[in-house]
């Protein structure tokens, strides 16, 4: 009868049990209080998609902005500035030449 726990002892074991037990409710209750339902993931994800393509829109926007700033300062800029500087170069590799 040695090896049979005694009473007491064996209401300490199950109350150390259900403590354990408790614990792990409790952990679990925290648990699934972080966890983020699945709709408002999908909802998170739909708003980050459409930013993304927002942000991919404006960014072609400004790629074409800056071609059409580059065509205008060729235009508008260097050709005229070659127009009026090449007689001027001719001119002075003729006088040069004679």
Sequence with gaps: MT?????GEVVR???D?????RDDIHQLGQRLDEKVDRQVYELKH???AT??????????KDAE???ATR??????V???LVAVLMPVIILLVQGAST
């Design 71 to 76: 065509r205008w300062l060729i235009g508008a």
């Design 51 to 60: 930013r993304v393509a927002a942000l991919e829109t404006l960014r072609e």
């Design 17 to 21: 049990r259900l403590t354990d037990v």
């Design 13 to 15: 074991r199950f109350e």
């Design 3 to 7: 090896d049979e726990p005694t009473l």
């Design 46 to 48: 739909e708003a980050l």
């Design 65 to 67: 902005k800056l071609v």
């Design 78 to 80: 260097v050709i005229p």
